[in-house]
């Protein structure tokens, strides 16, 4: 009877648990069909924009658009000189412009006012003129009655244009007959343009909007040194005819000619930046062609794909008549999307259909004859004569695409915002939420969200072609996550690795796939201009190909850049170089063109591969006369085996040691000697969110105390502080833990350089503290990318170095005007001043003490380590290479004058201020090891720091010890000999004169 019970109960509750079930899928199925679905885009917009507001041109220019707000169609002229700021040049001086203008440098600021009788929107168009001592691209800001109405106003670019130089023979090739970059030199000129979208998702000039009445408009200068002419406010409108309408009104008659045109497509007469270059591809279909040599033969689409960049080409026609435009090109990157062209001819677009031609994906060469979508090739009716072929790219077509991810990611991001201020971000998977409890429209959020992405996924296969791209597969992948969480939002708590963290994410998918929407690579062999004339096919028969790689591979063996028997000669010194081969390329043209006419001294450059490669050389005899690009660490390891030269003995030594910070030397000093020159440096700055900051209603912090104060507060809406001990590298070097130990007072060393003193006061409360931040303040211990967390606002307030500058600079167009620089925390000391002393290493320059020729050696060495040539470097490589390719020079001076950008310069120099490396002593990485450990111990483990820092001393003594007694200081347990560890007090003993 028991058995029958027992069976009859758990049938009951089997049955019990299907009705539950059922009843609450039902109750799924009702929430999910009671959303509105044609309201909830609307409904997510209007809650995203409670947290973000409308801060990009696209969104402004949407809600005008929406407010009917008119575009004038009145004019007004302000005259240069009636506006307030700047100097005045007159007339007789400003290149013939006619009137007087105002010359501005950065950060001048120049301001006007205009009365305008109804609230509309204008352009602003600039007469300008950019000054000889300008290399990097003119940019302005632009405020309307004191305030920036959209982010793009904060960078304004000015168009510059850059004329190529056709080199003669003899300055056309290298010492191996490789063929040069030819030079390119700025066009001096009056211009007169309008104000651009950065970003060129709009070809027409950006709108400003003028309240009706006086509007004050200030125009502040970022980068460059120009003159300003007149102002103009007003409104133009360009219509585009199709190509039926341009045909019908040509009104010509198409004729057979037999005629053709071929532009090398590497003989650019214009380009708007200097590092659109031409390059070598090894193929016989392409020419120029040698297998011995390197001939420039392509544009290369590697420097000819970002927004802005375009290209202009001279032709002649020698008969007037309808002509077919041809292209032999090369797309296989971006994740087999196509690229694209705006075509125009003496200045203007033909047709429309031109305005965006769509290059097709193709891992091959192949001739694009452009033709209509049924393959109906374009004719263009040519006059005889020069004519002008204009290349461009801009990112019109996929403006919407792009700004509506943009959008949508600002939405996931509220989300995620509003969630994590509930949940403290706490991850607990046995915890239930009640989101739509607090969030009761979550549901229909989550549908505006998926609806946002199906929208613009449908787009971008409408746009592509293609709807099995890599692209379409992460959106998909993103849409499957937000319908999940649509289905269940209760478990977006526990799974927002799913939704907004990590890259992983739906956030974070569709991030990924931004950049590839605007970059537009192409690599372009020739450009046929051709009527009733075949052109040559695009591949070369397999044959050919073989035979031509036969013929490549066993010239290789014979190749003097690459044989033994190129060896140098009694005039030529040998210089070993730790950078890549551009870099080293760029140096030798340097070398060639400058210093060896200079000083009749030929210089013979190597890579170096590897800088073990030295002690191997140097048991071997093999050395070469001088090293450059050698890492910090290096110099001491090389002085105290005898491998390199004391350069204190040379003539202008201290000469060109004041040209540095003192401290950079610290590194290069051992016993009396100096054995190394600076030659690059790094910098640690600190990187803060202005959108973020400015809604948390805080200011970034200036001391480790501001910190404590502000981490709390990030907390709260989980976000995070990042300092590079919180990277994801098991080691903590000396660069992360000195700062905190010099700031706090401390000290690495006795004054005998035989003992640590790491856990002594000063010194074991930097510890302390440095542990304290990832034990009481929860600062998180690891943080693999911080430049992604910080784009995306996860970590909006952290310390970087130079390179995250330049990534966030030129890879996070987004966040132009959202983010700043200042100098990294600090402590404040007792007069009030806050010391923020960080180690700041880079690389160098050695002689060996093998050389025959070290006077030769060091006459190089000075001259490229003088500001001069640093600085036209840093220019060098930035025009070869790109904007992104910036050169940290270690000379104060050279960095001055260097490429870097404006804005950054004096936040750098400040913080160059407090320059405090360390000193090197025998041992010393034990000291940089024992450290680590002891952080490790404290962090991971929970073990008392004062138990963690004894031991670690302990440890650190004996292999100074031993080390010393190895190198003769040390003798029957004895220091027989001081050992005088160089440090910021005392380095002015080494490097500067008449100091003992």
């Not at 062999?525 to 013929?551: L, M, Q």
């Not at 001294?601 to 890579?607: D, Q, R, Y």
């Not at 060495?861 to 600085?871: H, L, R, V």
Request: glycine share 6%; charged share 30%.
């Amino acid at each position: 009877m028991k058995k029958w019970i027992l069976l009859v109960c758990s049938v009951l509750i089997v049955v019990c648990t299907i009705i539950v079930n059922t009843k609450e899928n039902e109750s799924d199925v009702d929430v999910l069909a009671s959303i509105d679905s044609s309201n909830s885009i609307k409904a997510v917009e209007e809650y995203t924009d409670t947290y973000t507001g409308e801060t990009n041109y696209y969104n402004i220019n949407k809600k005008w658009t929406a407010d009917v707000i008119p575009v004038s169609s009145k004019e007004y002229m302000i005259e240069s000189k009636k506006t307030r700021g700047g100097n005045i040049y007159s007339k007789n001086d400003n290149y013939d412009y006619g009137s007087d203008v105002k010359y501005l440098e950065p950060g001048d600021n120049i301001s006007f006012e205009v009365d305008i009788p109804e609230e509309s929107l204008y352009e602003i168009w600039l007469d300008y003129y950019i000054m000889d001592n300008t290399y990097l691209r003119p940019e302005i800001q632009i405020t309307v009655n004191d305030k920036k109405q959209y982010n793009e106003a904060n960078k304004i670019e000015l168009p510059m244009k850059w004329q190529v130089i056709k080199p003669i023979d003899e300055e056309k090739y290298d010492r191996y007959g490789d063929e040069l970059t030819p030079k390119s030199v700025k066009k001096m000129m009056w211009d007169n343009v309008p104000c651009q979208d950065p970003n060129f998702f709009y070809i027409e000039p950006l709108k400003f909007k003028l309240d009706k009445g006086i509007n004050k408009i200030d125009i502040t200068v970022n980068e460059g040194y120009l003159l300003l002419g007149d102002i103009n406010m007003k409104n133009t409108i360009k219509e585009i005819s199709t190509y039926e309408q341009y045909i019908s009104n040509i009104k010509k008659e198409r004729k057979p000619l037999n005629k053709m045109v071929i532009i090398e497509a590497e003989d650019m007469s214009i380009k708007s930046r200097q590092s659109i270059r031409a390059k070598y591809i090894r193929d016989p279909s392409i020419t120029p062609y040698a297998y011995k040599n390197r001939v420039l033969n392509v544009l290369d689409g590697a420097s000819f794909g970002d927004s802005g960049d375009k290209v202009i080409y001279r032709f002649n026609i020698e008969e007037s008549g309808f002509y077919n435009l041809s292209m032999k090109y090369s797309q296989d990157t971006n994740n087999g999307l196509s690229t694209h062209r705006r075509i125009s001819i003496d200045g203007e677009v033909p047709f429309g259909e031109l305005t965006y031609y769509d290059f097709r994906y193709t891992s091959n060469w192949k001739n694009e004859t452009l033709s209509d979508k049924e393959g109906n090739p374009y004719d263009i009716y040519l006059e005889k004569g020069e004519h002008m072929l204009a290349l461009s790219i801009d990112n019109t077509k996929v403006r919407d695409i792009y700004h509506e991810l943009l959008n949508t990611l600002d939405s996931i991001e509220a989300i995620s915002k509003e969630i994590k201020k509930l949940t403290g971000g706490l991850v607990d998977k046995e915890r239930k939420w009640k989101i739509s409890k607090y969030i009761p429209e979550i549901r229909t959020y989550l549908d505006g969200i998926y609806k946002k992405i199906d929208i613009q996924k449908t787009a971008l296969i409408e746009y592509t072609g293609d709807k099995d791209l890599p692209i379409i597969s992460e959106l998909n992948i993103a849409m499957n996550y937000i319908e999940d969480f649509i289905e269940d939002p209760e478990d977006l708590p526990h799974y927002m690795s799913k939704f907004n963290d990590g890259e992983s994410s739906a956030y974070g998918r569709i991030n990924a796939i931004l950049p590839t929407l605007i970059y537009n690579p192409m690599h372009l062999d020739k450009i046929y201009i051709h009527n009733d004339k075949k052109i040559a096919g695009a591949k070369s028969p397999f044959v050919t190909k073989a035979k031509e790689n036969v013929k490549s591979f066993f010239y290789s063996f014979l190749d003097p850049k690459y044989n033994k028997s190129d060896k140098v000669d009694d005039d030529t010194i040998e210089i070993w170089v730790n950078k890549s081969r551009l870099y080293v390329e760029i140096m030798q043209r340097m070398i060639d063109e400058q210093f060896t006419p200079e000083t009749g001294i030929k210089v013979n450059l190597s890579l170096l591969p590897d800088e073990n490669k030295i002690i191997l050389s140097n048991s071997a005899q093999n050395t070469p006369d001088a090293a450059i690009g050698i890492s910090h660490t290096k110099p001491f390891e090389f002085a105290i085996r005898g491998i390199v030269e004391d350069l204190r003995g040379y003539e202008e030594f201290f000469d060109l040691a004041e040209q540095f910070d003192k401290s950079a030397f610290i590194p290069f000093i051992y016993d009396k000697g100096v054995y190394a020159i600076p030659e690059t440096q790094d910098v640690k700055l600190l990187f803060y969110r202005k959108d973020i900051l400015d809604f948390l209603g805080v200011k970034p912090p200036q001391t480790w105390e501001d910190v404590t104060s502000l981490i709390p507060i990030l907390k709260k809406y989980d976000m995070n502080f990042y300092t590079p001990l919180g990277s994801d590298s098991s080691l903590k070097g000396l660069d992360t833990t000195t700062p905190f130990i010099y700031q706090f007072g401390g000290r690495l060393y006795d004054s005998t350089g035989s003992k640590t003193i790491i856990n002594e006061k000063n010194s074991y409360e930097a510890f302390e503290f440095m542990t304290d931040l990832f034990t009481v303040y929860n600062v998180p211990i690891t943080t693999s990318n911080f430049y992604q967390k910080f784009r995306n606002g996860k970590t909006p307030v952290g310390i970087g170095d130079a390179n995250t500058y330049i990534q966030l600079k030129y890879a996070a167009p987004e966040l132009s005007g959202q983010w700043g620089i200042l100098p990294i925390p600090g402590i404040e000391n007792s007069e009030g001043v806050i010391e923020r002393w960080d180690p700041t290493y880079g690389t160098s320059s050695i002689i060996f003490n093998n050389s025959s020729k070290k006077e030769a050696s060091w006459e190089f060495i000075k001259w490229w380590s003088s500001a001069e040539i640093q600085s036209d470097f840093s220019y060098a490589i930035q025009s070869t290479l790109g904007d992104k390719f910036l050169y940290m020079t270690a000379n104060i001076e050279g960095f001055r004058r260097s490429a870097w950008p404006t804005d950054s310069k004096k936040v750098i120099l400040e913080q160059w201020k407090w320059i405090q490396t360390t000193g090197k002593v025998p041992g010393d990485y034990m000291l940089e090891r024992e450290i680590s450990n002891a952080w490790n111990k404290v962090v991971f483990d929970g073990e008392n720091p004062r138990i963690a820092l004894d031991d670690a001393v302990a440890t650190i003594n004996r292999e100074f010890k031993r080390k010393l007694k190895e190198f003769g200081y040390i003798e029957d347990d004895k220091l027989v000999k001081k050992y005088i560890v160089p440090d910021i007090h005392n380095v002015e003993k080494w490097v500067r004169q008449n100091e003992e």
